[in-house]
């Protein structure tokens, strides 16, 4: 074989090695979920926030520096489409204490607070998402008008990708036929309570 012929043909065996070792790192990370947590089965008598009394209620604790998140917020989104009314919904992003005014004002703020009832709110060191037992930015929990647990875990199929999954089928399931055959889910983020995190490996791989 000529050697130019050589040289390129290790050159396309290395880069189709190199491309084939990046996709299976995304795909390691991308499936890899946040740490496991138990949500409290019963509403905390501490929390800051009522549950409905005559509905259901959701909550979804989120990292605003987590693009990961983004599939999440639209997920959620999906699940107030289909089920307009009949559940109140909460969004609570950490903010440690301390930190500038408005860092947890970023474009993940505003994708949730435009999604038609859905109520944004500031959880200053991460307050909130530690008395539901929430760690992993998109952890979402569903409470019935009595302040039992229906749900909890992820609505995404993976790290930053939307599309149908367990989650958000028991979630609606749970809503309009009062039933669903998973209760519970993992969920595909990076850690709620890191302060000086930009979620830069997560931007990196995410963004993908």
């Avoid at 435009?114 to 944004?120: A, E």
Wanted: with cysteine; hydrophobic share 35%; proline share 5%.
């Amino acid at each position: 074989m000529p050697k130019k012929g050589f040289v390129l043909t290790i050159s396309v065996m290395l880069w189709v090695a190199a491309v084939g070792f990046g996709l299976h790192k995304l795909w390691r990370y991308s499936s890899n979920p946040g740490v496991a947590t138990s949500a409290p089965e019963n509403w905390p008598a501490g929390s800051q926030i009522s549950f409905a009394s005559n509905r259901p209620t959701l909550l979804m604790f989120a990292h605003p520096h987590c693009p990961c998140s983004r599939a999440s917020i639209g997920e959620l989104a999906l699940i107030m489409t289909r089920c307009k009314g009949r559940l109140n919904a909460y969004v609570l992003f950490y903010k440690p204490k301390d930190f500038p005014v408005e860092w947890e004002k970023t474009d993940l703020w505003d994708s949730a607070a435009d999604i038609p009832g859905v109520n944004v709110l500031q959880d200053e060191d991460g307050g909130e998402a530690r008395r539901f037992q929430a760690s992993t930015s998109g952890e979402t929990l569903l409470y019935d008008e009595h302040g039992s647990l229906l749900f909890s875990g992820g609505i995404t199929v993976s790290r930053g990708h939307s599309g149908d999954n367990a989650g958000r089928s028991a979630i609606v399931s749970l809503l309009t036929e009062g039933t669903a055959e998973e209760r519970k889910t993992v969920t595909f983020g990076c850690s709620i309570y890191d302060p000086s995190s930009a979620c830069e490996e997560e931007k990196k791989l995410c963004d993908k």
